[in-house]
């Protein structure tokens, strides 16, 4: 018989280390062993994607991403898996990037060129975990066989399996990679009291047929208060303890595709296949948790904006979002903020922010007899804490939308490991009626759940329940009991928070990470400088892009109170991938640090003026 051919790149060959040894091995590479076969809770799931359909806008185009009125279905109730598809593929898309008129998306960066392709969905699971998380590959008809490329992902803040699409799916796709993607566990798949959760393809799941999150059948029925539970707040897992596994899974995943998809360019192994991992936000500190994985699996990672608990230093996004939580309404009405103008609605201080110094003047906590002072204490406070005055500034759309409440709260019931029925400092989530009280889904408002969710409820219908609720600040008492989950050192919150923290990437691996300065979210100071501060000192040094007037939703951008203030960050997270293949594949040296300076798009006239290459300055 003849011989296999031999793969036409090795990962013991690469450019930086064409040694003789490493060139004997490479000779080896066509007998290179297959990782073990990933154990499935469901089998692959395998659809093409073409003619009027695709992989990277599901047949919207640019002209159906940009419509701000999702794509709808022809009975609501019942939804099919395309329709499903189709809207999962548009919200996620909206929700990372600014597809706004004038932001720049297509024109200066970005593609939204259609890819036809193959798409292979499974669910897999981590030995010993309650809940599986979902996988998916996405296999361009154009794969570029001698690339031997591999992007791996994960999804964005608790977003479903397409959460990181406008990242790594853009970059990926048009250059003929795989893009493999994990939930890492979170993701969208609600399920309602007594409900059943959703199938591999979207729909609501038959009876008895896998299903990518199914509650403890325990989960106490609540009559009066119907609960939703949330897989990030309520697997049983801890999920983001895992979530560098679950980026390894995905690769293993997309790996085993490829040996179906491409068997004559086989086998195809991590010795032999390029894997470049790279995620935003949550999907950032997936990455980096998946770089410090021991074996040579990985060759490149590139981290943008990342919540990540360094193993030195920096601090839990639980920590400094149930801080904000109590005191930003206060602080955000301090003088240094007068010209942020979410701030300051009808040109005035937040009456929301006045209410908030008042409760915690009377509870002791700042100082001022004024209103004026309060809101000087309430900002001295965070400044004390490590917080800018950037990242406060910023911190304003998170404090407008209530978002650190539901952060904190999915986060501590996740850390804690309650179920929907039992959530910390009696908060739940519940589909609300017109009266504001809970009340059972209907069929449709069921159905959309998994492709309009953004993992982390309020949305979707469903609202937030607080037990708490009391006196003229209702959040209050319960932002103050979720805070003193965290001042429990000794809890369960602080336990599960513990199981998060980063290790050391691997020696040698190639890493980029690229915040905003100004990010409120997630600041730079509390998570990705920290980690590069860390790595750099543990002699395991990383690339740093640091990035200025940048902040953490560049779909909000579309705004243009915002869009005069801040650049989109994805340009960025694209040039470091530019940058981390050239390395991987080329042997270019990686860029070094850099303090990116940039000029938001001035408003003159009565009009924003569109992005241009020379409002952007990157590392090339």
């Known amino acids: 018989?003849?011989?296999?051919?031999?793969?036409?790149?090795?990962?013991?060959?690469?450019?930086?280390?064409?040694?003789?040894?490493?060139?004997?091995?490479?000779?080896?590479?066509?007998?290179?062993?297959?990782?073990?076969?990933?154990?499935?809770?469901?089998?692959?799931?395998?659809?093409?994607h073409a003619d009027g359909d695709d992989l990277l806008t599901a047949g919207l185009g640019e002209a159906g991403l940009r419509n701000p009125v999702p794509p709808a279905f022809a009975n609501p109730e019942q939804p099919t898996a395309a329709e499903l598809r189709r809207r999962a593929i548009w919200t996620n898309w909206r929700g990372i990037a600014d597809l706004a008129p004038g932001g720049g998306y297509g024109s200066v960066y970005g593609t939204l060129q259609p890819v036809p392709g193959r798409e292979y969905h499974a669910f897999a699971r981590l030995p010993g975990r309650n809940q599986p998380h979902r996988v998916l590959v996405q296999l361009p008809d154009a794969f570029d066989a001698g690339k031997r490329c591999v992007v791996v992902t994960a999804s964005s803040g608790s977003r479903g399996v397409y959460g990181a699409i406008a990242l790594a799916g853009a970059w990926g796709l048009p250059r003929g990679c795989a893009v493999a993607y994990t939930d890492k566990g979170a993701g969208t798949g609600y399920v309602a009291e007594g409900g059943r959760g959703f199938g591999i393809d979207g729909r609501v799941a038959a009876k008895g047929a896998p299903v990518e999150f199914a509650p403890d059948a325990a989960m106490a029925a609540n009559q009066d208060?119907?609960?939703?539970?949330?897989?990030?707040?309520?697997?049983?897992?801890?999920?983001?303890?895992?979530?560098?596994?679950?980026?390894?899974?995905?690769?293993?995943?997309?790996?085993?595709?490829?040996?179906?998809?491409?068997p004559g360019d086989g086998p195809w192994t991590f010795r032999n296949t390029r894997v470049i991992a790279v995620g935003v936000s949550n999907g950032g500190g997936a990455v980096l948790?998946?770089?410090?994985?021991?074996?040579?699996?990985?060759?490149?990672?590139?981290?943008?904006?990342?919540?990540?608990?360094?193993?030195?230093?920096?601090?839990?996004?639980?920590?400094?979002?149930?801080?904000?939580?109590v005191w930003m309404p206060c602080a955000l009405n301090a003088a240094a903020f007068d010209g942020v103008l979410l701030a300051r609605p009808n040109g005035g201080k937040h009456p929301a922010g006045t209410l908030r110094c008042a409760s915690l003047k009377a509870a002791g906590r700042l100082e001022g007899?004024?209103?004026?002072?309060?809101?000087?204490?309430?900002?001295?406070?965070?400044?004390?804490?490590?917080?800018?005055?950037?990242?406060?500034?910023?911190g304003a759309l998170s404090t407008g939308f209530d978002l650190w409440r539901a952060v904190d709260v999915t986060y501590a019931s996740a850390y804690a490991r309650t179920p929907a029925s039992a959530m910390p400092c009696g908060y739940g989530f519940a589909v609300l009626g017109a009266d504001g009280r809970p009340r059972a889904p209907t069929?449709?408002?069921?159905?959309?759940?998994?492709?309009?969710?953004?993992?982390?409820?309020?949305?979707?219908?469903?609202?937030?329940?607080?037990?708490?609720?009391?006196?003229?600040?209702?959040?209050?008492?319960?932002?103050?009991?979720?805070?003193?989950?965290?001042?429990?050192?000794?809890?369960?919150?602080?336990?599960?928070?513990?199981?998060?923290?980063?290790?050391?990437?691997?020696?040698?691996?190639?890493?980029?990470?690229?915040h905003g300065a100004d990010d409120g979210l997630v600041p730079e100071a509390f998570s990705g400088a920290a980690y590069a501060r860390w790595a750099d000192a543990s002699a395991r040094p990383v690339s740093y892009w640091r990035v200025r007037n940048a902040q953490h939703f560049d779909a909000f951008l579309g705004l243009p109170v915002l869009a005069m203030r801040y650049v989109p960050m994805l340009p960025y997270g694209y040039r470091a991938l530019d940058a981390a293949w050239a390395t991987v594949a080329e042997g270019a040296p990686l860029p070094g640090d850099a303090e990116i300076q940039t000029t938001p798009r001035p408003f003159a006239n009565g009009a924003l003026a569109p992005l241009t290459p020379e409002n952007l300055d990157a590392p090339r």
């Open 1 to 48: 018989m003849p011989s296999r051919p031999q793969p036409r790149w090795d990962r013991r060959s690469r450019p930086l280390a064409l040694s003789l040894l490493a060139l004997a091995l490479a000779a080896c590479a066509g007998t290179a062993e297959r990782a073990p076969a990933l154990a499935l809770d469901a089998g692959v799931h395998l659809h093409a």
């Open 225 to 262: 208060a119907p609960r939703i539970a949330v897989k990030h707040a309520h697997s049983g897992d801890n999920p983001e303890a895992d979530w560098g596994r679950h980026v390894q899974q995905a690769a293993q995943f997309a790996l085993q595709v490829l040996d179906t998809a491409h």
């Open 289 to 325: 948790r998946a770089a410090e994985l021991e074996g040579d699996w990985l060759d490149a990672v590139v981290a943008v904006s990342p919540n990540i608990l360094p193993g030195d230093g920096g601090r839990a996004l639980y920590d400094y979002g149930t801080e904000a939580a």
């Open 369 to 394: 007899d004024s209103a004026e002072a309060q809101a000087e204490s309430a900002h001295a406070t965070l400044k004390a804490a490590g917080w800018t005055d950037e990242a406060i500034a910023a």
């Open 443 to 514: 069929a449709a408002e069921q159905a959309a759940w998994w492709s309009d969710g953004s993992g982390i409820p309020p949305g979707t219908g469903i609202g937030l329940l607080d037990g708490q609720a009391s006196g003229a600040d209702p959040a209050l008492p319960g932002l103050n009991c979720l805070r003193g989950l965290w001042d429990d050192a000794g809890g369960a919150v602080r336990a599960g928070i513990a199981q998060t923290r980063a290790a050391l990437p691997r020696a040698g691996l190639p890493v980029i990470v690229v």
